[in-house]
């Protein structure tokens, strides 16, 4: 009775969602940039995770190590428009979100939109701005549109913030509102590279010679093709468990006493999303607990708050994250 119920299973498996060509895409965006970018393969996976997922992303990492240079070369991989802006403390939201502006010849106010109107949006130290013009973005990454003077403005298709930040250089910057952190699906902290990584850069740098790194970059995925694998990633099957599996690690947060905020449920749902993500990537149409707990850290780090002591003792928020899922029985 067990191995027909197995062969079904696997036909089961290998039918429900055609993934190969997900695969085939993710590989082309990894190959494009694995041209210009060393040992940041976590980061890269990361960044095409949030993008069929759907999400925005916040990048946390001291300057020099490259975060503005693969946001800047990812979206190029992507046929799509692209804008960069700038933030700085003297910046106003109509800098961003755009103006309306009297035209002469007909004596009326004509809206000129400003750089968000674009499909992947790089904001270069997203901490820089004050809370007037960081509440500008609130609208915008949450429901893809701009109200200016009473009249909405939607997005296009595709639309992804990509965000950078300086964790050390604290002067002269502005702390994000929890309300526009949760709006982030990940936050990506990366690191330093490895020694021999450091070396391999080196050698790709000197014999790059004059060449500009972005020529060398195609773009191997349209809106078209993202929406179909959208659709794909839609479809992913969770069973049961995994959403009480995923709702018990969020309520935890809440009810820890290591910490001072938990995640909401956005955070819930930014888990589920990126679960069936990285499932897809890996060539399943189901969901596993190793899924789950590779969004874990990326999705909550930036979402809960340390208690004040355990702030002063060093404490991370991926330590808790850690201890929450190790506390909780993995579902079979």
């Not at 960044?47 to 300057?63: S, T």
């Not at 990326?298 to 201890?323: A, K, Y």
């Amino acid at each position: 009775m067990e191995e027909p119920e197995l062969q079904n299973e696997e036909l089961h498996f290998n039918n429900r969602i055609p993934l190969e060509q997900l695969k085939e895409k993710v590989e082309a965006i990894k190959t494009q940039l694995n041209k210009i970018i060393i040992g940041q393969e976590d980061f890269i996976e990361l960044l095409i995770v949030a993008l069929l997922a759907d999400g925005h992303v916040l990048i946390e990492g001291v300057p020099g190590i490259a975060k503005t240079i693969t946001a800047k070369l990812f979206s190029k991989t992507l046929k799509t428009g692209f804008s960069r802006i700038q933030f700085t403390p003297d910046l106003m939201p109509s800098d961003i979100l755009g103006t309306s502006i009297l035209n002469m010849k007909s004596s009326e106010f004509e809206y000129k939109k400003g750089p968000i109107f674009s499909n992947v949006i790089l904001i270069d130290e997203i901490n820089r701005a004050p809370a007037k013009t960081q509440a500008a973005l609130f609208e915008v990454m949450e429901e893809r549109q701009v109200t200016i003077d009473g009249h909405r403005y939607k997005m296009e298709y595709p639309f992804m913030v990509l965000a950078t930040q300086n964790p050390i250089e604290q002067e002269g910057t502005y702390a994000l509102p929890e309300a526009q952190l949760d709006r982030f699906l990940f936050k990506i902290k990366v690191a330093y590279p490895t020694l021999s990584d450091e070396v391999t850069i080196l050698k790709t740098h000197h014999e790059r010679k004059m060449k500009i790194p972005q020529d060398s970059i195609e773009g191997v995925l349209s809106p078209e093709d993202l929406m179909v694998l959208r659709s794909h990633i839609q479809n992913i099957l969770i069973e049961e468990k995994i959403f009480t599996y995923i709702a018990q690690i969020v309520d935890k947060t809440r009810n820890h006493s290591h910490l001072y905020l938990g995640g909401s449920p956005r955070a819930s749902l930014a888990i589920m999303n990126a679960s069936k993500a990285f499932a897809a990537m890996n060539g399943r149409d189901f969901v596993t607990p190793d899924d789950v707990k590779r969004s874990l850290n990326p999705v909550l780090g930036h979402r809960i708050i340390l208690s004040p002591e355990r702030e002063m003792e060093g404490m991370t928020p991926e330590t808790v994250i850690d201890m929450i899922a190790q506390s909780i029985e993995i579902p079979r």
